[in-house]
């Protein structure tokens, strides 16, 4: 648990020098799902598309221990995942933590 801790603040730190400030994970799963988009961040990204950011990132991260697969791109070049089994952390701090520990390897 501690090398966790540490190894989040090390994180935390690498996000604040990149951006200016630290983002929430809210924030974080945006940055992630624009990077695997691959496309220049927008300022006018719709509602319904930084949902959809996010959920780019939350299985592209959950790929790492294989809930998801990557299926491929469709024709407007948005990536697709099939999922491969359902999230087994039960609660909100269980999937925070899971979450947290693959943003961690995504991020080194």
């Not at 929430?24 to 300022?43: A, H």
């Not at 990557?70 to 701090?93: N, Q």
Request: hydrophobic share 35%.
């Amino acid at each position: 648990m501690e090398q966790f801790e540490q190894r989040w603040l090390e994180t935390e730190e690498l996000l604040r020098t990149r951006f200016g400030k630290l983002p929430d994970m809210e924030g974080i799963l945006f940055l992630i799902g624009v990077n695997e988009l691959g496309k220049l961040p927008r300022k006018n990204f719709s509602k319904e598309q930084k949902q959809d950011l996010m959920h780019i990132a939350v299985c592209t991260l959950l790929c790492q221990l294989g809930y998801y697969e990557y299926a491929g791109r469709d024709e407007e070049g948005w990536p697709h995942f099939h999922e491969l089994k359902s999230v087994t952390a039960a609660g909100i701090k269980d999937q925070e933590q899971m979450l947290k520990e693959c943003m961690i390897r995504y991020f080194e």
